[in-house]
């Protein structure tokens, strides 16, 4: 296990990189974490998360990347339409699990991407 600074806060992280407690996320987390994956978050990654973590706060499992597609899809891509294909080339290292990583939701419940 390793631990993240940011803001003065000591935060866990498992051995894949995923935050331990889903409380501990808020948005300056998310962008340190993209920051060290290589990632810049644009206005479409940022709808991607919030959408994750509204559903999984919901529902207490992360949606499938289909749900995704289907339920923000239009926000994501407005000129093309979004895929999953769409999805893994926002977040390059890892798709949805990336996706999921960045949005502070527990490793063990992004196992259906």
């Known amino acids: ?22 409380d501990d996320w808020d948005e300056e987390v998310a962008e340190q974490l993209a ?6 978050l ?3 990654h940022w709808k991607v ?17 289909r749900v995704v597609v289907k339920s923000i899809g239009s926000e994501v891509s407005a000129h093309v339409p979004c895929t999953r ?10 798709g949805c699990k ?3 990583r960045l949005a502070g939701l527990p490793r063990h419940y992004c196992d259906s991407c």
């Open 1 to 22: 296990m390793s631990t993240l600074q940011i803001a003065g806060r000591d935060l866990a992280l498992n051995r894949y990189g995923f935050l331990d407690r889903f």
């Open 98 to 100: 990336q996706a999921c």
């Open 49 to 65: 998360i919030r959408f994750l973590r509204d559903y999984y706060d919901e529902n207490g499992m992360p949606p499938s990347p």
């Open 35 to 40: 920051q060290v994956e290589g990632v810049t």
């Open 42 to 44: 644009t206005d479409c």
């Open 85 to 94: 294909r769409h999805l893994d080339r926002l977040f390059p290292h890892g």
